[in-house]
Structure formats: structure tokens, C-alpha cells
């Protein structure tokens, strides 16, 4: 049976911040430091490092020290396993409407 | 097939609901009876691969309605709710819940409306109580046999 073990809400919730969104915008061009992400953004570096926080608890990025730094790198699977679920579900729903058209043609 | 008739699916990051939409080439009376006529709403209602069932189906208000999906292994899913509203031709609000995961209920509304030209615009709402359930909802979609869904068109528009 279906259980709801993958942190779908979480996922979701972290996406629903636009620093958020825009932090993993740039992260697919590569990893950064913080500092750098913190950089284009007018809030404190404390902001950003919750923003990070969040993400990292859903899976999104990942942080590791190098040296002095911290570098942020962005997880790739969880953004697609997220958008696989969407893409499924709009499946789901076009078979079944599919289906219903093809009712709809036969009856009179 | 036109494929300018594809549903839109709308569930903003942690939201609580979804929305579905579609058009159809068909008048609002043969969209209604699809929705009401469990022999009707059966064949279409259920995924593919899986064979559906009607358990009860009452359409009026404080009518009861259930269905079982059942699997070619021999799992099966069923779901039950209570009409709350019925609008002939157009509305039908009910209560949906999943008996493999009670409790977790959701609100749902199936609106019809005439678009012009015998064509009919479906919209689905569901509105669930946490985000949890709203996207636990959206992730058993995968566990369905939808992957066989294409084949299943596909045998379908060759009898067009």
C-alpha cells in the first residue's frame, strides 16, 4: 500500500519562499559559498543561513566545508523527484479524462 | 484527438488543494451524466489496469457513494464519501476519503459550465486538511499503473 513516507510537504514548503526558489535558481549554474549566495540578497547573512537551513532539511542542497568555507551545492534528485510525483499525477488525470472523452463520444 | 483539450493541473508548494481542469467536446447534460451514472463513471474513473467497482451510489444530499479499484494482483483500493451538495448540471460538492489511509478526508467539488459551443469546461477542486495529505494524494497517483496509460489510449483511438 501507499505510504507517505517521501517528504513531499517539505519539499513543497521549502519552494514556496521566491529567496528560496531564486537561491536554487543560481545553484544550477554551480556551487557557491555562502557568502555568495548571501551576496545579491538585502538581508542579513543570519536570513540567509535559515533560508539554507530549510533547504538543506528538505534535501534540496547540501552544505560541506572546504577550508575556511562552507560550500553549497544543490541536490538534483529531490528537485526531480518532486516534479516526477506532478508529472504522474497530471498523467493520472489525462487517462482518465482521456477516457471519459471517449464515453462521451460513444453515448447518445 | 485534440490536444488542446490536455487538463491543467494547478497545487501551489505547500498548499492544501488542487485544482484540475478540462474542456470537452460535449454539451453539459452528457458531462453531468458521466459524473452521476455510476455505470458510466466507473469506466472512466478508474486507473488503468485497474478493474472498478461501484459499492454505493446515492446522488443527493447525505447520499453516500463508494468504489473499489482492485489490481490484477489482487490489491485493491477503496474510497468512500458522503454528497453534501448536488446541483443537477452543474455542481456536485462531496466528502472523499480513502479507506487505506481513514481520516484523512477531503473536500471535493466537480463544477461543470458551457463554454459555447456544446462544449462543456470541467473543474475539480480538492481540498484537503495538511499539506501532507494534499501531496500524498498527488504522490499515490504514481502507484496506479500509470505507466501503462499510453498503451491503453493508444488501443483506444484505434476504434475512433
Given amino acids: 500500500m501507499v505510504e507517505y513516507t517521501f517528504p513531499l510537504d517539505t519539499i513543497f514548503g521549502s519552494l514556496a519562499d521566491p529567496t528560496r526558489r531564486d537561491i536554487l535558481d543560481r545553484l544550477q549554474l554551480g556551487q557557491l559559498n555562502v557568502s555568495e549566495v548571501a551576496e545579491p540578497y538585502d538581508v542579513s547573512l543570519a536570513a540567509i543561513s535559515k533560508h539554507l537551513k530549510i533547504l538543506e532539511h528538505a534535501k534540496l542542497i547540501m552544505k560541506r566545508r572546504q577550508g575556511k568555507q562552507q560550500i553549497v551545492s544543490l541536490r538534483p534528485q529531490t528537485m526531480m523527484q518532486a516534479s516526477e510525483y506532478m508529472k504522474q499525477y497530471e498523467q493520472l488525470w489525462n487517462e482518465r479524462f482521456d477516457r471519459l472523452e471517449q464515453i462521451l463520444r460513444e453515448e447518445q | ?160
Fill in chain 2, 1 to 160: 484527438m485534440n490536444m488542446a483539450n490536455k487538463t491543467k493541473i494547478t497545487a501551489s508548494p505547500g498548499g492544501r488543494e488542487v485544482i484540475i481542469e478540462r474542456e470537452f467536446d460535449a454539451p453539459i447534460d452528457k458531462l453531468w451524466r458521466a459524473y452521476t451514472e455510476p455505470d458510466l463513471y466507473i469506466r472512466w474513473m478508474g486507473p488503468y489496469g485497474l478493474t472498478g467497482k461501484i459499492d454505493a451510489w446515492e446522488m443527493k444530499p447525505g447520499g453516500k457513494y463508494g468504489y473499489t479499484h482492485t489490481a490484477p494482483d489482487g490489491q485493491s483500493f477503496s474510497f468512500v464519501g458522503y454528497r453534501h451538495e448536488v446541483v443537477p448540471q452543474e455542481r456536485i460538492t462531496e466528502t472523499f476519503e480513502w479507506l487505506g489511509l481513514p481520516g484523512h478526508i477531503s473536500l471535493n467539488t466537480a463544477k461543470l459550465e458551457d463554454i459555447g459551443g456544446g462544449r462543456t469546461k470541467v473543474t475539480a477542486l480538492a481540498v484537503f486538511q495538511t499539506p501532507e495529505d494534499r501531496d500524498g494524494m498527488i504522490a499515490s497517483g504514481m502507484e496506479k499503473g500509470v505507466v501503462e496509460g499510453q498503451e491503453r489510449l493508444d488501443e483506444l483511438l484505434k476504434k475512433l
